[in-house]
């Protein structure tokens, strides 16, 4: 039986509602702090929470390098490790394989490769994807392996990723059989093909999952692309299920792609981008480091509720950024977080109000064209 979805309220394409799992409510549209190594990097998970996250993502490639998948288990799981009891999605390895391990070789069987760490070797099958995923890390929500082809891709390359993943996704489903307690979604690609993402859409349905993440984005294509793609990847996929576009990405990516219909993301750039002093704000991003900042005595921004953005001044974020400080990486790392989740608070409220295109104009006039 899938996790219920329940959507209370549509505006256009964009949708607002809950995911039901057995630990706990994923309220749409939802922002996946990054746990990549069983942590959201320089904050606890208490302070995670505090920011509003229902929800948090890891990732199958680094935590089976480390602490490694029996490890893991013997340790009682994921959640137990990390001490975080709310959902967890972990993305099942072949991404982060082609983009951070050295060498590696893709078959119909499986991605070999050599750890990163260590260049020990490793393999990666869908079957054993999803036993690390389900089995070792016991994570809530779990992605099919696929193949994420490179950008810009040619049509007959695309379509083999494609079909290659279509084929994974089959196999995946077989590991994971039914499962009342853990969702696995499968993930559409097709690069930026439209009949090619139709066919992958068609495919990963007849199959059924509980979820559809939408892959193959926010792989250097820019937001343009990505939005183009967007403009009819969303609706090709069940619309009664959760759409979650993988990676992505920049608060005004996230606005575009809830305006055209997806529910869940999941990106770096919050904590990145915080630990190297840059900050989102309503009224656009900012980098601390700005000789600007070295003497403004006004709180980061005082309408998100976080401790970086209401204690603080950007003068003494400004001197934790230059002195390359601990505290200022976490600060802004926590206040980037805490934004991410404000704007999605504020994205789920407008649909339900049925005001998101007055949303999306007054965001687009407010932080896009404003990026001090
Ligand atoms: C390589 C690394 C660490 O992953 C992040 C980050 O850099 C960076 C570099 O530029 C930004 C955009 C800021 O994010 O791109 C990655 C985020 N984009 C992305 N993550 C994905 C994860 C995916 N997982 C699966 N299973 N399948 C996919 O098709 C897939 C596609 C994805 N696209």
């Not at 656009?284 to 005082?302: S, T, V």
């Amino acid at each position: 039986m899938p996790f219920p979805f329940d959507i209370s309220a549509t505006d256009g394409r964009a949708r607002t509602g809950l995911l039901r799992t057995p630990r706990g409510d994923i309220r749409t549209p939802a922002f996946m702090p990054v746990g990549t190594a069983a942590t959201v990097k320089a904050l606890t998970v208490g302070q995670v929470e505090q920011t509003g996250a229902d929800i948090l993502l890891g990732n199958t490639y680094h935590l089976m390098l480390r602490p490694g998948p029996e490890r893991m288990e013997r340790l009682g799981g994921l959640h137990r490790f990390m001490r975080w009891d709310k959902p967890i999605l972990t993305d099942s390895g072949g991404f982060q394989v082609m983009s951070l391990s050295g060498i590696s070789k893709l078959t119909e069987e499986a991605v070999t490769f050599s750890s990163h760490v260590d260049g020990s070797k490793h393999v990666l099958t869908p079957e054993r994807s999803i036993e690390i995923q389900a089995d070792r890390l016991g994570s809530d929500i779990v992605m099919q392996l696929d193949e994420c082809v490179a950008w810009p891709a040619e049509e007959s390359r695309a379509r083999e990723g494609m079909e290659l993943s279509a084929r994974w996704a089959k196999r995946s489903k077989a590991a994971f059989g039914s499962r009342d307690a853990q969702a696995l979604f499968g993930i559409q690609q097709g690069s930026t093909f439209e009949h090619l993402r139709r066919e992958s859409s068609d495919r990963l349905q007849d199959i059924g999952f509980d979820g559809y993440a939408i892959g193959g984005l926010a792989v250097g294509e820019g937001h343009a692309a990505m939005c183009e793609v967007l403009d009819y990847a969303p609706e090709m996929l069940p619309a009664d299920r959760p759409r979650y576009l993988m990676g992505v990405g920049k608060p005004v990516d996230l606005v575009e792609a809830v305006w055209r219909g997806v529910d869940m993301f999941d990106c770096v750039l919050p904590t990145r981008a915080g630990r190297h002093g840059q900050a989102w704000t309503w009224a656009g991003p900012i980098n601390l480091k700005n000789a600007r900042f070295a003497e403004d005595e006004e709180p980061l921004d005082p309408e998100v509720p976080c401790p970086a953005s209401q204690d603080y001044s950007k003068a003494y974020l400004h001197h934790l950024v230059r002195t390359d400080e601990i505290l200022g990486k976490v600060l802004l790392s926590w206040h980037n977080i805490a934004f991410f989740q404000a704007l999605t608070a504020a994205m789920r409220a407008a649909i339900a109000e049925g005001r998101f295109e007055q949303f999306r104009r007054d965001f687009h006039a407010r932080h896009v064209s404003n990026g001090r």
